[in-house]
Nanobody
Framework: SQLVESGGGLVQLWGSPRLPCQSS????????AGWFRQAVEKECEGFSW????????????YYADSVKGRFTMSRDSPQNTVYLQIDDLQPEDTAIYSC???????????????WGQGTQVTVSS
């Protein structure tokens, strides 16, 4: 896989994990990047994406209503890493979290060409 996520595991309710997504082959600032999650017996949900630096949306970040206010996506260009910060972790946040990159971005999986393997986040109470 050209993308590698980390930072998952068993996290306490109301915790604030940060999930890095790194790549040794792709330069994030040249692509749109997105975060997706899939919980057991639920469809894959695209909930955050960031346009490339020179893209149509000029690096703007977008969030689905389901995560707005608690999730923050960011990009560290010198470190070539995209981050997902989750605040106030809730039971419904238990899922496999995956990052992806592609030319256009959006909340749809079809917009992305490269995917990581994902990292499991499990909320414990």
């Amino acid at each position: 896989s050209q993308l590698v996520e980390s930072g998952g595991g068993l996290v306490q309710l109301w915790g604030s994990p940060r999930l890095p997504c790194q790549s040794s082959a792709l330069t994030f600032e040249y692509y749109a990047a997105g975060w997706f999650r899939q919980a057991v017996e639920k469809e894959c949900e695209g909930f955050s994406w960031m346009d490339s630096t020179g893209g149509t949306h000029n690096g703007t970040t977008y969030y689905a209503d389901s995560v707005k206010g608690r999730f923050t996506m960011s990009r560290d260009s010198p470190q070539n890493t995209v981050y997902l910060q989750i605040d106030d972790l809730q039971p419904e946040d238990t899922a496999i979290y995956s990052c992806a990159v592609g030319p256009w971005g959006g909340f749809n999986q079809d917009e992305y060409n490269y995917w990581g393997q994902g990292t499991q986040v499990t909320v414990s109470s």
